[in-house]
């Protein structure tokens, strides 16, 4: 029998208003572990690459239960890059929490437990890590959960439209649109707004609400 692994490399926790996806603006815990094996061009969280600490997942459980909210975030890095992070995400639903999973989609998602809303960031071109993302997890895809395409430009959109119809993922879940963060935003930011509406898309488009309250720092 194989051994649970009890620690994890935790960048961060931190209280905050989730600044994306369904439960957007809502008071929620996030738990940032440390560590990604993608180096996506437009990353904004390198310190998390290899900044962190060890936790025990008890102590990483008492420290969620500190704030009045239901809805915890784990995130990365990558958070699957850690095999422990499964069983975090086991407990955290077992303590009745409304646990949701920030994932690039390049780990495999099929042992993730079913109560957990899997936000899967599919890498477009602009982010030169497209060969990574891992199709075959798309089947584990259910209407709970939500798939993120970043934005960078125009070449950017028409690739996650043909992948959209490619693999049918309007019938799996919702779709999310974020505009690239950085330099570029102010023009992606109302290009895509545009874009979409020209071409009539049925998907949800976001911006880091966070970033947009506090800026472009970790903790928020």
């Known amino acids: 029998m194989s051994k649970i692994v009890s620690k994890l490399k935790i960048n961060e926790i931190f209280y905050s208003l989730q600044g994306e996806s369904k439960t957007v603006g809502l008071p929620t815990v996030f738990i ?12 904004d969280t390198e310190y998390a690459f290899h900044q962190g600490e060890p936790w025990q997942l008890d102590s990483i459980i008492s420290e969620v239960k500190k704030y009045n909210t239901r ?3 784990v995130t990365g890095g990558e958070p699957l890059a850690q095999k422990a992070c499964l069983e975090l995400l086991k407990q955290l639903c077992d303590w009745d929490y409304k646990v949701s999973l920030e994932t690039s989609g390049a780990i495999d998602i099929s042992k993730v437990d079913s109560r957990v809303m899997r936000v899967m960031d599919l890498k477009t071109p602009s982010s030169n890590e497209e060969s990574k993302n891992k199709y075959s997890n798309l089947e584990f895809i259910s209407q709970k959960d939500q798939i993120k395409f970043v934005i960078c430009d125009r070449k950017d959109y028409e690739w996650t439209i043909s992948i959209i119809n490619n693999y049918e993922l309007f019938d799996k879940c919702e779709i999310l649109f974020s505009p690239v963060n950085g330099e570029k935003n102010s023009n992606v930011m109302k290009d895509l707004a545009n874009w979409i509406l020209e071409d009539q898309l049925q998907v949800r488009y976001q911006i880091q609400l966070h970033k947009l309250i506090w800026g472009d720092v970790p903790g928020v």
Not at 32 to 43: A, I, W
């Open 71 to 73: 809805y915890v975030t």
């Open 32 to 43: 940032r572990l440390t560590g990604c094996p993608l180096r996506c061009l437009y990353c």
